[in-house]
């Protein structure tokens, strides 16, 4: 029999907790999120941090795997870089859920069906 209803019903009460980037303090849409190593795995390196996809691909633009593990193996340390400063003030002004590589892989739109007006 259905006894299990009413744990069912108070989940939909708990919406998730929204993840800010600490690149950029935009909030992460699930589909960009990314997860970042401040030591890279390669050197050993186990703890992550979660960013946007392009806030994560810019740090790996902008630095090796050796100056990410001797100097910028911290968010502060590699917000002091210029070169990220610049890239943070042109990201913030975008939308959350912008990404540089244009490909948009779960667009479940436009099946036939009837739009509400
Ligand atoms: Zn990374
Ligand atoms: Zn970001």
């Given amino acids: ?9 108070a989940s939909w009460d708990v919406e998730p907790e929204p993840v800010l980037c600490p690149m950029c303090e935009r909030v992460i849409p699930d589909d960009q999120k990314d997860a970042h190593h401040l030591v890279p795995k390669s050197k050993g390196g186990k703890k992550t941090v979660c960013l946007h996809r392009i806030c994560h691909y810019q740090i790996h633009a902008i630095f090796t795997d050796s100056q990410l593990a001797k100097k910028f193996s911290t968010i502060e ?13 042109w990201v913030k002004g975008k939308h959350p ?13 436009g099946s036939g069906r009837g739009r509400k007006q």
């Fill in 1 to 9: 029999m259905a006894r299990k209803n009413r744990e069912e019903v």
């Fill in 77 to 89: 340390a590699i917000l002091e870089d210029p070169a990220v400063q610049k890239f943070v003030a």
């Fill in 97 to 109: 859920s912008f990404s540089a590589s244009a490909k948009e892989p779960r667009q479940a739109f």
